[in-house]
Nanobody, 115 residues
Framework: QVQLVESGGGLVQPGGSLRLSCVAS????????MGWYRQAPGQQREWVAS???????VYADSVKGRFTISGDNAKNTLYLQMSSLKPEDTAVYYC?????????WGQGTQVTVSS
């Protein structure tokens, strides 16, 4: 059974930082590349960053140089360290497999960047 549980979101001022976490079921995390996605109000969900099983990282241009994706295999946990946050980063953030998400999404974690 797939389980994806995101946490770590919150309200932060522009320029601030947050670290998101995602605990994934072992079956997914150990054999699949994982990614972070986000969905802003009124917009479609978009891909943000990914990490492969070989630990290669890939980022969307909009977050490159500001966000860092990492993982802890022992804990089946995916992280997203976000720095220099901008108001346009405001969204609900989700984790899932990458490049093809499984047909299940967790509840996500809300990130709001506002002064």
């Amino acid at each position: 059974q797939v389980q994806l549980v995101e946490s770590g979101g919150g309200l932060v001022q522009p320029g601030g930082s947050l670290r998101l976490s995602c605990v994934a079921s072992g079956t997914i995390y150990s054999i699949r590349s994982m990614g972070w996605y986000r969905q802003a109000p009124g917009q479609q969900r978009e891909w943000v960053a990914s990490i492969t099983t070989g630990f290669t990282t890939v980022y969307a241009d909009s977050v490159k140089g500001r966000f860092t994706i990492s993982g802890d295999n022992a804990k089946n946990t995916l992280y997203l360290q976000m720095s220099s946050l901008k108001p346009e980063d405001t969204a609900v953030y989700y984790c899932n497999t990458w490049p093809q998400p499984v047909n299940y999404w967790g509840q996500g974690t809300q990130v709001t960047v506002s002064s």
